[in-house]
């Protein structure tokens, strides 16, 4: 992966402050990243913490991706097929595609990764809740038959806010959802080195060279071929800000994922760092809670007719304002989503 596309293809639906990178040369092939905080949960179905989101973009892979206009795209499947009036879908998985133990994703795999997954997950119920039958007559094939039409069916499978839905091999995809799993294996661009983890400050992630990215499409978020140009990856885990600077200063690591805004500027006068916003899509955080963000978000952040709530008790936000780009709020931009509700949502 190209390191500007690095953190968009990882972590594509998280949002940060800010981005600090270090310019030239890293040691060969290694990417060295300063992550927002340390991975102590590893099973992304158990946890909505980000930073597990993160590592499960790593390790496994998923059967459709999310491109920065919120548009699933086929990842793992080839293709698909909608029949009986939008009651049955039939997916067809790409050749050759195989778990980091050598052995191949079977359509068994996804059907039990999907009911893992939707057991904690909100849309994951919605699906669920439609759901007649789900069975994989072929390796490469599994098809889910509805009571009644589901209009966000490859939105649910593509899946890439916490919990994302991830393809595990069934084995570990049986584990009961509220607990964690026993091992490690995807299907993803990295494997995970648990030799060289060290709780609080590493955390390292090899290249599998197993790993098939789709031979077309655009790279786009989660989207797209996965090019994997990093043997290595490495986080290093460094809660000190200060530590964090001056590592990325001095080239002992390549990225820092969440600069404190303070030393923003220090950073953008630092030679050979570059700081940059990556991530523009926002999310419901402080402030959006409520009821007039909420509204504009629902409208689509139709801008001539939003007002700001002026109430003291309601406005956690210093500064609400929208703009044509989105809302800003405390400096930072987040467009306005590009989805609108159907009747079955409101």
């Known amino acids: 992966m190209k390191r ?23 040691a060969a092939r290694v990417l060295k ?45 080839e293709g698909h097929t909608v029949e009986d009036d939008g009651k049955r879908w039939t997916f067809r998985l790409r050749e050759g595609l195989r778990f980091h133990d050598g052995e191949l994703v079977r359509g068994r795999d996804c059907i039990a990764s999907i009911q893992r997954w939707a057991s904690r997950d909100p849309l994951g119920q919605a699906m669920m809740a439609r759901v007649a039958e789900m069975s994989a007559p072929e390796d490469q094939v599994f098809s889910i038959r509805l009571h009644r039409p589901f209009s966000r069916m490859l939105d649910a499978l593509a899946k890439g806010g916490s919990p994302p839905l991830c ?12 607990q964690p799993i026993k091992e490690i294996v995807g299907s993803g661009p990295f494997k995970w080195v648990a030799d060289e983890r060290i709780a609080g400050a590493r955390v390292v992630y090899e290249r599998y060279a197993g790993y098939r990215p789709r031979e077309s499409g655009v790279t786009d978020s989660l989207s ?34 969440n600069p404190t805004n303070d030393l923003l500027p220090l950073l953008e006068r630092t030679r050979n760092v570059v700081t940059e916003r990556i991530f523009l899509l926002g999310n419901m955080s402080t402030g959006y809670s409520t009821a007039c963000i909420r509204r504009s978000i629902r409208q689509r952040c139709v801008v001539s007719s939003f007002k700001p709530c002026r ?11 929208i703009t044509r780009c989105g809302v800003t709020t405390s400096g930072f931009t987040h467009p306005a989503l590009r989805w609108r509700p159907t009747p079955e949502w409101k």
């Open 224 to 257: 797209g071929p996965k090019l994997v140009n990093f043997d290595r990856v490495v986080w290093h885990v460094m809660p000190d800000a200060g530590a964090a600077l001056a590592a990325l200063q001095t080239g002992e690591v390549d990225w820092w994922e």
């Open 33 to 77: 990243w300063v992550p927002q905080a340390d991975l102590t949960v590893v099973d992304p179905v158990v946890t909505t913490a980000n930073i597990t989101r993160y590592h499960a973009f790593m390790i496994w892979d998923q059967l459709y991706g999310l491109d920065s206009d919120l548009r699933p795209h086929p990842q793992m499947v």
């Open 167 to 178: 393809i595990m091999p069934e084995r570990l995809a049986t584990t009961d959802p509220y």
């Open 4 to 26: 500007r596309a690095f953190l968009k293809g990882a972590i594509a639906t998280a949002i940060t402050p800010g981005a600090a990178r270090a310019q030239g040369k890293s």
């Open 311 to 321: 109430k003291k008790t309601s406005c956690t936000l210093r500064q609400v304002r």
